[in-house]
């Protein structure tokens, strides 16, 4: 018999949290979270996303044992705002029995139904700056500390419970020796002459800190047009500052401005942690602490986290002054492999972006939909 409850308490939301370490403890390629960090993220009291959205944890239990999970969301600046009358799941994972799938994601309908939203959608976090998607492809490849890892068979369990295909995204990467100056070294000097553009270098955080808010109001800007995006409020850019921005390097930080001063574009690249945080086990005390400052330090995959140009500087060769200063810094310290965070398989902007470095798409997700009844 399948029971469902929900985790309410401290203790029940940490074996909310802890259930993939038991899940997935014989899988080489799962990336376990910082627990401490996923506690937080689910604190009510201290994640302002909770001023805008609200979430409900369950568990599965079957014989007494955990054997599933899953948080429906509601994002309420998604449904009132932008009228997307959507119920999320994120956060789902569970046992090769659909039973227990099909008994976690009722809830989730009944939460959806009972704020008459039209249907649901997952998994997917809180915001965009969560992880987000299903994996169909690449299960033999390490996971990231930015992205959800599955089995293969999550994709049966929805198909068979009738859900379909909703946003389709893909994870790419390029070797660096792929990076070729010639499309971009010439480009980089005209184009910032052209423009009065600035490329801002950074060696300390606190260096960064003064034009993060800019960055998030740019973020929000150039991609208001993607039909997932939910725009990043001012209490929450407070929160991500703390939350992101003290895990990268201050000079994979790149930032242009123009003449003013003004923020036109920024990109954020993340030094590998994925080998690192299999070594924590979910613990930064006492050792993980340790593994995770030596990735930060020497790692030689990076990974391309966010990158933002202001509309009006779209299509003007502005990436161009970015990747020289990347460029630059990966010479520096010997990078071996580039990879992109999941892209919307139709956003052809951003993959037009990186066509000359020649990359291998090496995973696939997705996002699944079903109508509420």
Not at 128 to 152: A, C, F, H, R
């Amino acid at each position: 018999m399948i029971t469902i409850k929900e985790a309410s308490s401290p203790k029940d939301l940490k074996a909310f949290v802890k259930f993939p370490f038991e899940l997935y403890k014989d899988s080489s390629n799962w990336v376990p979270p910082i627990i401490k960090q996923e506690m937080e993220t689910f604190n009510k009291k201290k994640n302002p996303i909770f001023n805008d959205a609200e979430a409900t944890f369950f568990l599965a239990y079957k014989n007494n044992e955990i054997v599933g999970r899953i948080a429906a969301i509601i994002n309420w600046l998604e449904v009132n705002q932008q009228k997307q009358k959507k119920m999320r799941f994120g956060w789902f994972d569970v046992i090769d029995d659909i039973e227990v799938t099909k008994a976690l994601l009722e809830k989730v309908h009944e939460i959806g139904k009972a704020n008459d939203l039209d249907y649901v959608e997952g998994p997917v976090g809180f915001s965009n700056l969560d992880k987000v998607g299903l994996l169909t492809e690449g299960y033999q490849y390490l996971g990231s500390m930015i992205t959800w890892y599955n089995y293969p068979y999550y994709v049966d369990h929805f198909k068979e419970l009738g859900y379909t295909d909703e946003k389709l995204y893909s994870e790419s990467r390029f070797p660096f020796s792929n990076v070729k100056t010639e499309f971009f070294l010439k480009a980089q000097e005209l184009i910032k002459k052209r423009y009065e553009l600035t490329a801002l270098k950074f060696t300390k955080t606190e260096e960064v800190m003064p034009y993060v808010d800019d960055m998030f109001d740019l973020f929000n800007h150039s991609y208001a047009s993607l039909s997932s995006f939910v725009a990043i409020t001012d209490i929450q850019k407070e929160y991500f500052k703390k939350k992101f921005i003290s895990f990268v390097n201050p000079e994979y930080i790149k930032f242009v401005i123009d003449k003013n001063e003004k923020l036109v574009a920024f990109a954020i690249v993340m030094p590998s942690f994925a080998k690192a945080l299999q070594k924590t086990k979910g613990k930064l005390f006492p050792f993980g602490f340790r593994h995770i400052l030596h990735a930060k330090k020497h790692s030689k995959d990076v990974i391309f986290y966010l990158i933002g140009i202001l509309p009006e500087y779209q299509n003007k060769g502005v990436t161009a002054v970015i990747f020289n200063e990347y460029y630059e810094e990966f010479t520096k310290k010997g990078i071996l492999n580039c990879v992109r965070t999941p892209e919307l398989e139709d956003n052809l902007a951003i993959h037009q972006i990186w066509k000359h470095f020649k990359p291998e798409v090496y995973k696939r997700r997705k996002t699944v939909k079903k109508d509420i009844q």
